[in-house]
């Protein structure tokens, strides 16, 4: 048994790894994965147990995943999420963990060319040193590598690692967590086949997939920032600059060029005669703006993009239109309790809509043109206050004790009374009713 295995089955290890899914399992917006991680915590340190001594013997086998195709804003395409039970991400999240310590992996991250899926990276970095290539240079070519997670390759993506670990046991359990194996195929039907399970692809949604996607991509990363060209990368999305158009667009070529090699491509931005395929490239002068990570960037200001926008006030939409449509307000009058997490009461919608723009604003808080944020607050409070006239609207017929409920507040009247208690009063003299 290699080094590298040992580290992955050691207990601190796994221990690591299981606090670091959990934080992350624990606020899923899944009912599923949150009931799975709680009951995952409530025994933590015997699954721990129970994994090191199955990593140990050998015997540890990654079971198969749930696969979700998740709609696209907009889109009529779908997003193969990969969602593997909890014991398998913690292992996943081990070997990431034994991965990140190599020497070669450390000094590619150290590189400022990519900040997607790496230590010490985010967005705000990405848009930082995109705001520097729009300032040093004239011209830019965006561009997303199409399919990516789906389509890459697996065998060069474990030939790179495998180069650097001479361990074959670490190695087969580094093959056997990238591969996918899904137990709802049946349910998924004419989407299964957007998932990878052959020998392409790799599965969105594993701890695993961006940093060895990084690696496959780290030396077309070096190319890209030499010769007068400067370019930034946040896992498939990327953009190069150059000093003139030529030069951008032959980048542009180095990269497809590359990209080849791997059975993969990148979109074309539109050129005269030649409209564009995909959105989600575009060229241009740097002085003129453009959009990059759902920011648009120019050397004046740095603001969130319109699809950005619209989706922040799409999601306050939603989340009133959900609360107006419920039929929860035909229960009031029966004993099952309202609770802030699941039910669309006035106060847990007001809630979830101030967490949304909370956590909104959050992730675009390095934007510098601040009227945006004053026009959405706004919107949304525009939105909020239709929300709470129709509300009105729709809970007027209610008594007053229901639409106390119905608000989200509690009632004394509501409490779970000892029924002993009054079974002892009734039994010496009566109890007060009213």
């Known amino acids: 048994m290699g080094i590298l295995y040992r580290k992955v089955g050691r207990k601190p ?18 009912e599923s994965t949150r009931d799975e ?15 090191r001594k199955q990593l140990v013997a050998g015997t540890f086998e990654f079971p198969p995943a749930r696969g979700v195709a998740a709609r696209k804003p907009g889109k009529t395409t779908r997003r193969p999420i990969v969602i593997a039970p909890i014991a398998s991400r ?29 230590k010490d990276g985010g967005v705000a970095k990405a848009i930082a040193q995109t705001y520097e290539g729009a300032i040093r240079y004239q011209y830019y070519v965006r561009t997303d590598i199409k399919d990516f997670f789906t389509q890459v390759p697996k065998e060069d993506l474990l030939a790179i690692v495998t180069k650097y670990t001479d361990d074959p046991e670490f190695d087969a359990l580094l093959m056997r967590a990238v591969n996918v194996e899904l137990d709802n195929l049946a349910e998924l039907r004419e989407h299964k086949d957007i998932f990878p399970l052959a020998s392409r692809g790799v599965a969105q949604g594993s701890c695993l997939s961006p940093l060895l996607c990084n690696l496959l991509l780290h030396d077309i990363d070096e190319q890209l920032n030499t ?21 951008a667009l032959k980048g542009l070529k180095q990269l497809k060029h590359e990209l080849k090699r791997f059975g993969l491509d990148a979109y074309d931005p539109p ?16 002085k003129k703006g453009f959009s990059f990570l759902g920011c648009d960037i120019s050397p004046e200001a740095i603001s969130p993009g319109k699809r950005a926008r619209g989706s922040l006030l799409a999601k306050v939409d939603a989340l009133c239109n959900k609360a107006l449509t419920s039929q929860r307000h035909l229960k009031t009058g029966t004993s099952e309790p309202m609770t802030l997490a699941s039910d669309p009461t006035l106060l847990s919608t007001l809630w979830r809509v101030s967490n949304t723009v909370r956590a909104w604003g959050a992730a675009f808080s390095f934007c510098t043109d601040h009227r945006i944020f004053r026009q959405l607050d706004a919107d949304v409070a525009e939105k909020v206050g239709d929300f709470r006239r129709l509300w009105r609207a729709k809970t007027s017929l209610l008594s007053a004790a229901d639409r106390q409920r119905l608000m989200g507040m509690s009632l004394l009247d509501d409490t779970n009374f000892d029924m002993l208690f009054a079974e002892l009063v009734a039994s010496r003299g009566g109890t007060r009713r009213t």
């Open 37 to 51: 991680a709680k009951q995952f915590q409530l025994r933590l340190e015997q699954n721990i147990s129970d994994l």
């Open 13 to 30: 290890n796994l221990r690591k790894a299981a606090r670091s899914v959990l934080a992350n399992a624990l606020i899923s917006t899944s």
């Open 227 to 247: 010769g007068g060209m400067m370019s930034v990368r946040y896992i498939d999305d990327l953009i190069i600059f150059a000093p003139n158009r030529s030069r």
């Open 90 to 118: 913690v292992v996943q999240r081990a070997i990431l963990d034994v991965l990140t310590g190599l020497p070669f992996v450390q000094s590619i991250q150290k590189k400022a060319w990519n900040h997607g899926g790496v």
């Open 271 to 286: 050129t005269k005669g030649s409209p564009a395929a995909s959105a989600k490239a575009a060229a241009g002068e740097t």
